[in-house]
């Protein structure tokens, strides 16, 4: 069936470091991956997409990594700061819905 | 700030009680889709209302009904509360054709 999985459940680093999320999903046939962003008592915030076409999408700190032969989707934080300290989520987007795995939480320490 | 606005933030009820939750977005946003997040899950897709219609849903019980009304707000409404109902429901909202969803802050719901 229809999967979006994390392979971390925990991330810890140091500031500044670069920090990299994986994410496994299986329906070939979404049109967007996303990441988001949960911090404590708040919903998911939108980081940044990419479209199935696409293999690398640049924003700002942040690098989503598309490889479809494998199905498998990361988010690269560069320089993290404690401000980045939450739980991320990928999610695929059909057509009516997201499709959210169970979350990776990054730790990061001063 | 998403400009969604759900409520109330907290909320207690018993088995087998009714409950609604509210959720008000920016105007514009004619898409809204709810999601059920269990303690320490990913979201779970609950419906998707499109001017004012249901157009989709996930593997929910018809207990869990929705409404949306002209002006971007939205209601979800459960019956016959389960214990397992205990969540954080998250209501999301964006302009048709977009990818970008802005998600409420969630309403946590305890079922004792």
């Known amino acids: 069936g229809e999967s979006v999985g994390l392979h971390l459940p925990t991330l810890s680093v140091q500031e500044g470091d670069n920090s990299i999320i994986n994410c496994a999903y299986s329906?070939?046939?979404?049109?967007?991956f996303i990441w988001y962003k949960q911090e404590s008592g708040k919903g998911p915030q939108f980081i940044i997409d990419?479209?199935?076409?696409?293999d690398k999408r640049q924003g700002q700190r942040v690098t989503v990594l598309l490889n479809k032969t494998v199905k498998h989707l990361s988010l690269q934080i560069a320089a993290t700061q404690p401000g980045d300290s939450a739980v991320y989520f990928c999610?695929?987007?059909?057509?009516?819905?997201?499709?959210f795995g169970k979350g990776t939480m990054l730790l990061v320490s001063p | 700030e998403t400009g969604v606005t759900q409520s109330p933030t907290h909320l207690i009820k018993t088995r087998g009680q009714q409950v609604t939750l509210r959720c008000s977005s920016q105007?514009?946003?004619?898409?809204v889709s709810w999601y059920q997040q269990a303690l320490g899950q990913g979201p779970q897709f609950i419906f998707q209302?499109?001017?004012?219609?249901?157009?989709g849903r996930g593997n929910f019980p018809p207990r869990f009904s929705g409404l949306q009304f002209p002006n971007y707000s939205s209601e979800l409404n459960v019956n016959a509360l389960e214990l397992d109902d205990s969540a954080l429901y998250l209501c999301?909202?964006?302009?048709?054709?977009?990818?970008?969803?802005?998600f409420g802050q969630g309403t946590r719901l305890t079922v004792v």
């Open positions: 999610a695929e987007k059909g057509y009516s819905t997201l499709t």
């Open positions: 990419i479209r199935s076409n696409m």
């Open positions: 329906n070939s046939a979404s049109d967007y």
């Open positions: 105007s514009g946003h004619n898409t």
């Open positions: 209302y499109y001017r004012e219609e249901e157009n």
């Open positions: 999301a909202t964006r302009l048709t054709g977009t990818t970008e969803a802005f």
